[in-house]
């Protein structure tokens, strides 16, 4: 088991920013590749961004990258997603999943853990 919590979410204006942090407490997450997904009210849920283990490959879903970036510090043993000049539509919650097989991918079948979800909403 890995029990993965996210934190950060809230309210925030358009044009505002959030850190969301993924962490799991009484686990190690550095052999893990860590991704962070949404979802949007009425929409299923999608890939944002992924990050090795070692913090060296990282990767974005087509227009993420530039407002997201995730980023790790493994010595707190957590990984974050800085969002910036959010919009109405990145109103969703959002889940941080984890896999040991140090695959960075999106898909949402190649994680076997997953948080619970934090909510992001996004209103003036």
């Known amino acids: 088991q890995l029990p993965l919590v996210e934190s950060g979410g809230g309210l925030v204006q358009p044009g505002g920013s959030l850190r969301l942090s993924c962490t799991a407490f009484?686990?190690?997450?550095?052999?893990?590749?860590i991704a962070w997904f949404r979802q949007r009210p009425g929409k299923e849920r999608e890939g944002i961004a992924c990050i090795s283990g070692d913090s060296f490959y990282t990767y974005y879903a087509n227009g993420m990258q530039g407002r997201f970036t995730i980023s790790r510090t493994n010595a707190m043993n957590a990984v974050h997603l800085q969002m910036n000049t959010l919009k109405l539509e990145d109103k969703a919650v959002y889940y941080c999943a984890a896999n040991q097989v140090a695959v960075c991918s999106l898909l949402e079948r190649d994680y076997g853990y997953w948080g619970q979800g934090t909510q992001v909403t996004v209103s003036s």
């Open positions: 009484g686990a190690n997450l550095t052999p893990y590749t």
